[in-house]
């Protein structure tokens, strides 16, 4: 027996794993009048991924790109249970989901089983490290909310002890040296990010240590970027040279150290370069308890990338009852917010469809058990029953859910400077843009797409609030 659930009996459950963006646009669209809905996730906010770099370097307030997930729930015409616990199991074949309240404070319970009738898991990736050694130890990430805000303090940390005064000359250039690792979306936004601290505040704030700032973005394969077209890559390597963001492309991190990071060179020759402070964003990897729930379906569940899906985002070995989207499934898209949000948002109407098909279904069960007892009024009563059920048949033979279509909007990213860079799908062809006016859309666009009113107004707040008096520069 699980937990009391506000459910109602006689509709089918629907349990959502996450509360990122797979996650909350299923939330947004589903239809709650046809199921009970569960969510249970360890973070009780949605994420705004794509400005946490602002977050990291002081332009934006941690609380202005998370959003509460009852926020969207409490809006619903039944009730959602929202679990802020993470689930540690989830067993495909008696349809259940252990979870567990992994936050400080614990009641006296703090682990339970529930059932599902349909699981929608949308848990997302964790940070891939590659087993390099010292990565989980001196690095710092750039995947959640927490990341952005070590980092904030780390790296002003880093700034106030070079500011010690006696400090030597060495000292200070290894204290100012900021290492990003990978040249991926992720990178290269943090790094322009770090560009505009460096720029617009450090140079007010701490003038004689502004010019010993060094960024070096490193990048194991021959270009960063590899997303984005030849024309806009070049347009990022230049805005980083004016920067002065030192880009070392074909070089691997081998191995990060308490003040050092250790690097293989394109001549496979190994340097170890002081630095103050390491940012890993290296790429992701499957989380755990996705691994765990692939290897109970050995047969279908061999892809490396993630869960494998077939077109309508069901989970192949349990098609029947579990949905995969976003960062933690194998597709033929990339694992961004953009194809995660259009995937929660067709689920949800895939669902709908669901809940009108198990609805014919369940009524052709009771009419064919009424044929059956064979107690008719009327031989014209037995005649509608046939009918319905003859066009019942029919309507089921015709149900055809549609697939997933992904449609691309474009990939945007922020390279500091006030300058941004565009891949958009125009006319059948790619139109590449980047510059100040490409950086004014990208606010634009971003600010239209925070979720709320809520957060859309604390964004513009902070935003201003820098224009006016800087970045805040204390250290929590
Ligand atoms: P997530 O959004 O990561 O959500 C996963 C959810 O699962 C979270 O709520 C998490 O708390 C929860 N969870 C974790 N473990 C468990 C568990 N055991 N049980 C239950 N719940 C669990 N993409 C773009 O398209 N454009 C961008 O500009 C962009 N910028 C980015 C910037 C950064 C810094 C980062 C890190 C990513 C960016 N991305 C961007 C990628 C985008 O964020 C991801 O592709 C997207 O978050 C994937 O959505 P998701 O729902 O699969 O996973
Ligand atoms: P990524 O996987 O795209 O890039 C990681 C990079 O790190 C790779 O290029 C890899 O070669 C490099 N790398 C790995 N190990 C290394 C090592 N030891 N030394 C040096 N380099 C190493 O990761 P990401 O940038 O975090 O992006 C993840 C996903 O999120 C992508 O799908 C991306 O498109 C999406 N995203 C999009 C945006 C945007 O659209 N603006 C922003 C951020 C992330």
């Known amino acids: ?269 190994i340097q170890e370069v002081p630095c103050g402070l390491v940012v890993w964003a290296a790429g992701n990897k499957g989380r755990n308890l996705t691994q765990n729930l692939m290897a109970k379906l050995p047969a279908e569940q061999t892809n490396r990338r993630g869960i494998a899906v077939d077109d309508h985002l069901r989970m192949k070995g349990a098609e029947d009852s579990i949905f995969a989207l976003g960062d933690c499934s194998a597709t033929s898209y990339a694992p961004t917010a953009q194809v995660a949000s259009q995937q929660g948002a067709y689920l949800a109407r895939a669902l709908a469809q669901i809940a009108r098909k198990d609805g014919m279904e369940k009524q052709l069960s009771h009419l064919e058990q009424t044929k059956q007892a064979g107690a008719f009024e009327s031989e014209e009563q037995k005649q509608n029953i046939d009918k319905e059920i003859e066009g019942l048949k029919n309507r089921l033979a015709k149900f055809k859910p549609r697939p997933f279509n992904y449609s691309h909007q474009g990939t945007l990213a922020y390279i500091g400077s006030e300058k941004a860079i565009a891949d958009l799908p125009f006319m059948n062809g790619n139109i590449a843009s980047g510059g100040v006016a490409t950086y004014l859309f990208w606010r634009s666009a971003y600010l239209s797409t925070l979720f709320s009113l809520r957060n859309r107004t604390l964004v513009a707040t902070d935003w201003l609030k820098v224009k006016l008096f800087g970045r805040d520069v204390s250290r929590e």
């Open 1 to 269: 027996p699980g937990p009391q659930l506000p459910f109602d009996p006689e509709k089918k459950t629907v349990v959502v794993l996450g509360s990122g963006w797979g996650a909350t646009s299923l939330l947004k669209t589903i239809d709650t009048a046809d199921y009970n809905v569960v969510v249970i996730s360890p973070k009780n906010y949605f994420l705004f991924t794509p400005l946490l770099p602002s977050v990291a370097v002081g332009t934006l307030s941690p609380r202005s790109i998370i959003q509460p997930t009852r926020y969207i729930t409490r809006h619903k015409a039944r009730t959602v249970s929202v679990i802020e616990a993470e689930a540690t199991d989830v067993d495909p074949a008696a349809k259940t989901v252990t979870f567990t309240d992994d936050s400080e404070i614990k009641g006296t319970t703090s682990t339970t089983t529930i059932g599902y009738d349909y699981l929608v898991y949308a848990v997302g990736a964790e940070v891939q490290t590659f087993n390099i050694p010292g990565v989980q130890k001196h690095a710092v990430f750039m995947k959640e909310l927490h990341d952005a805000e070590r980092m904030q303090r780390a790296f002003m940390d880093c700034v106030e002890t070079a500011a010690f005064p006696g400090q030597d000359t060495a000292e200070i250039e290894r204290l100012l040296h900021m290492v990003v690792v990978g040249g991926g979306p992720t990178g290269v936004e943090l790094s322009g990010e770090l560009h505009d601290f460096l720029k617009d505040d450090l140079m007010a704030w701490y003038p004689e240590l502004a010019g010993k700032v060094k960024i070096t973005l490193v990048e194991a394969l021959p270009s960063v970027l590899p997303m984005f077209s030849k024309q806009l890559i070049e347009y990022t390597e230049s805005t980083f040279k004016e920067s002065k963001i030192d880009i070392l492309t074909k070089t691997m991190v081998k191995e990060v150290k308490d003040r050092s990071v250790v690097l293989q060179m394109p001549d496979k020759s």
